[in-house]
């Protein structure tokens, strides 16, 4: 943290280096789609290891040149960005400052991102909300539409639901998901339908519907949207962007219950999404041993890995296991680097042994404007060509190793 740019940045190279470094396992410019339960590019089956940087909306061309560069050294496919950012409480610049207004000059950074993974041959995924209030989400649009606010998170919220069901809200959305789809790129000349850089657009990030945990009401929320998405884009993906919980009543076990009115079966196998995607952070969600004793972190994540790619393959979709995370906690379930990398590595090899269609780690940061990184906010990062000692090369040379092995 703090260290000038120096010798080994991936910043002082080329930009025609940085795409040489992992040329050979990233796409060139053809649409991503889906052929008989798997990603195809350019005619051949496509299974790509990438990353989620969710902040390139909204920073500098500096930045975003810092984290792609980045990500096409380590030989990464597809990263996961934001495309969202909803009133000025919660956003430095936002996209849609009031209902159905939009800021052109506030689009700079994500029509430069868009440019930027272009040149590097780098896919994007763009969710189009946040079930959490960072950069507003969905309790911004309950706030401008209903008046109700809260001082809680997301979905601990009394009011979050109604951005599922209330008509003003709904059309809302749709209106802002059409402006991004619809807009022309300043940089590129195209329109972002128009762009095969945009591998997919996703409904949000982690929808989850508390109220209705039946997850009725969160799957007609997904028909009703992505079959919107789908006409405004039909040559590109579209994902519900759902941590993948099983929604299974009665079920003790926190991620495979009903808790979160989430159905990923049901989701996963709407007719206007094309992939399912679903998420891991054991720690989080209570499955460790100070939690749970005699639970093993890494043995808890390589079932949930294993279950939902196999229950993919009955879908007939490909699945992404498009964030995960571990925390070093210096106890007893994570107590190192060593230990994180271990875990990092016996869950990729799942991935890829099982013939998942991808892996998205949470999640890449690079430098900011004055040359240190970028802080490490909920203990996921990772960094590439950090000169600090106390980093996570060790953590990246796996990941990266990884993204090759997945694109042979």
Known sequence: MGAAVGAGSALLLPSGSARAAGASHRPRGDYVTVRKGEFVHAGSRFRFGGTNCYYLHQRSHYMIDSALDDAAAMGLSVVRAWAFADGAEKADRPLQPQPYHYDEDAFDALDYAVHKAAELGIKLVLPLVNNWPDYGGMQQYVKWFLGLDDDSYGAETPHHDRFYTDKAIRACYKAFAAHVIGRRNRYTGLRYHEDPTVMAFELANEPRCRSDRSGNTLVRWAAEMSAHVKRLAPRQLVAVGDEGAYGEAGHADYPYSDHDGVDWRRLSALRTVDYATFHLYPQGWGETSSAKPGTDVGGWGEQWILRHLRDARRLGKPAVLEEFGVRIDAGQDVPDTA??????????????????????????????????????????????????ANTTRSTARVLSEHAAAMGR
Do not use: K
């Open 339 to 388: 230990t994180r990398d271990d875990i990092y590595r016996r869950w990729t090899r799942i991935v890829e042994r099982e013939s998942g269609a991808g892996s998205q780690f949470w999640l890449l940061t690079s430098r900011v404007d004055d040359g240190s990184f970028y802080p490490d906010y909920d203990g996921f990062r990772i960094t590439w060509n950090n000169d600090d």
